[in-house]
């Protein structure tokens, strides 16, 4: 019975130690894991202040550094335009062709030997002795360049066209400006500017060619243009020539502008127009 005894407390004896180095060990555990996560935690404060202090010392040396930048290439996908010394050859076209009879042979002769050594055609230059020409009022050298332009496939804009419209109607030629007219509508029909219409109205009350303006003003109504208060009364005045008052009328209700600038007392002064 004492033997049993003495056994079984033996048993609880070797238990006890067993929970004993079980918790012991849990603790070692825990404490080593802990001191591991400090070490981590200083290690990686110390790595920190380390980039720290090398980004202080290299933002503080900074201003002693000399950066040098490498120039800046450019490359572009297109052959560049030059414009430069267009002015003179633009004179050397007006001085070339200005001596010359008026025969058209002639001046384009003298206008291919101009573009004989070019690499591209000089759209800028021909451009620039345009509108030399027509300050200088020579209405036709003004048509030759711009059929010699136009006839090489150069300067089909409306600028070009405007040009030519004004010299056919300052040269008195209605016929080639009808069929050039004509052309422009066939082959811009949506992108015809205000400009061009108002032109052409322009020429055709210049040289009382009234049906005419009718016919452009409802092609100008047609596509949606709005024409300027100059071509507002050469309509109007059209109207009235043709004896169609009602029409006259009802322009001048639709796009005249309800007010009109007069001068009193040597100031301008805004006042409403009265369309009747």
């Not at 849990?26 to 001191?35: G, Y």
């Not at 409306?158 to 400006?177: C, G, I, N, P, S």
Request: charged share 30%; aromatic share 8%; hydrophobic share 40%.
């Amino acid at each position: 019975m004492g033997a049993s005894l003495q056994f079984e407390f033996f048993n609880c004896n070797l238990l006890l130690k067993g929970i004993n180095s079980t918790r012991l060990s849990k603790k070692l555990n825990i404490t080593s894991a802990v001191k591991h996560s400090q070490k981590q935690g200083e290690l990686s404060l110390t790595i920190s202040d380390v980039a720290d202090q090398k980004g202080l010392s290299e933002t503080t040396s900074l201003p002693s550094r000399k950066v040098q930048k490498a120039g800046k290439v450019e490359h572009h996908l297109w052959k560049k335009r030059e414009s430069a010394g267009s002015g003179q050859k633009a004179l050397n076209l007006v001085r070339l062709i200005s001596g010359l009879p008026n025969e058209k042979e002639s001046v384009y002769r003298a206008l291919d030997k101009w573009i004989a050594w070019e690499t591209e055609f000089p759209l800028i230059a021909a451009a620039k002795a345009l509108r030399i020409l027509r300050q200088q009022r020579m209405w036709k050298r003004v048509i030759q360049v711009a059929k010699w332009m136009l006839s090489k496939g150069q300067g089909a804009t409306m600028a070009t066209y405007d040009t030519l419209l004004l010299a056919f109607d300052m040269d008195k030629r209605v016929d080639e400006a009808e069929t050039l007219w004509n052309m422009i509508l066939h082959t811009s029909t949506r992108s015809v500017s205000k400009r061009l219409f108002s032109r052409m109205i322009s020429l055709y009350d210049h040289h009382h060619v009234l049906e005419k303006i009718v016919e452009v003003f409802a092609d100008m109504e047609e596509l949606g243009v709005k024409p300027d208060e100059d071509t507002v009364r050469r309509v109007a005045r059209a109207f009235q020539f043709l004896g169609q008052e009602d029409k006259r009328k009802l322009v001048l209700q639709r796009y005249q502008s309800k007010w009109k600038y007069v001068h009193f007392n040597g100031e301008r002064a805004r006042v409403r127009r009265d369309t009747e």
